[in-house]
């Protein structure tokens, strides 16, 4: 073999290596990943729905609103009963992701009722942690962008839940670009995590 062609096994290999993660959770996500706006969903106990980016006012960014509305649509189609808002209580900004997530499902006509808050939900592997075993949740329907779904819902997967997938409509703008981008990465490291969770003696172990 020459050289050239070694080269460009090689980059093959690695190339495949490195989406490995990201295509396994793709395929494991088929069927269970919908359009919120489309039916298709089975019952579940909650919305899980998962927190981003807040403006320093307390509104919450487009994505993180889109997110909400994802869960609000389920809960009015009856698909689930609940709304648990997860995120960071405290972000780097120093801001409330829950508490935007909060209001904007109060706002849409969500009753507080209905409405579980988790403010320790600082990854997606907290938020499906806190979902089992401080709310005793064992299904639900994860909210956030299509790119952000697979890896999601492996996660929550793998801690015993469950799961099913819900993305709002999908917006051509950079941020979604790079959000495809950086979930390549951001799935490596979910499978290092899991992994390391599948050991005896984890807490995480469903």
């Not at 609103?65 to 120093?94: D, F, K, P």
């Not at 508490?99 to 499906?128: K, N, Y």
């Not at 793998?158 to 979604?176: D, K, M, N």
Request: one cysteine or more; aromatic letters at 6%.
């Amino acid at each position: 073999m020459s050289a050239a062609r070694a080269t460009l096994s090689l980059g093959a290999v690695l190339g495949a290596s490195l989406i490995a993660p990201q295509v396994y959770a793709r395929l494991t996500a088929l069927g269970a990943l919908h359009p919120a706006a489309t039916g298709g969903f089975r019952p579940a106990d909650a919305a899980l729905v998962l927190g981003a980016r807040v403006w320093e006012d307390g509104r919450p960014s487009l994505f993180l609103r889109q997110r909400v509305e994802a869960g609000v649509a389920l809960y009015e189609r009856g698909v689930v009963a609940r709304l648990v808002m997860t995120g960071a209580g405290h972000n780097r900004e120093g801001l409330d992701e829950t508490e935007a997530m909060v209001r904007t499902a109060l706002e849409l006509g969500v009753p507080a009722a209905d409405i579980d808050r988790d403010p320790r939900g600082h990854d997606t592997r907290a938020s499906a942690l806190n979902a089992r075993d401080n709310l005793g949740l064992a299904s639900v329907v994860v909210c956030s962008q299509e790119f952000h779904l697979p890896r999601a819902m492996w996660l929550c997967r793998s801690v015993g839940l469950a799961v099913q997938g819900a993305f709002p409509e999908v917006l051509a703008r950079p941020h979604t670009f790079i959000g495809y981008g950086r979930e390549v990465p951001a799935t490596w490291k979910a499978a290092l995590e899991i992994g390391r969770d599948a050991l005896p003696g984890s807490d995480a172990a469903p």
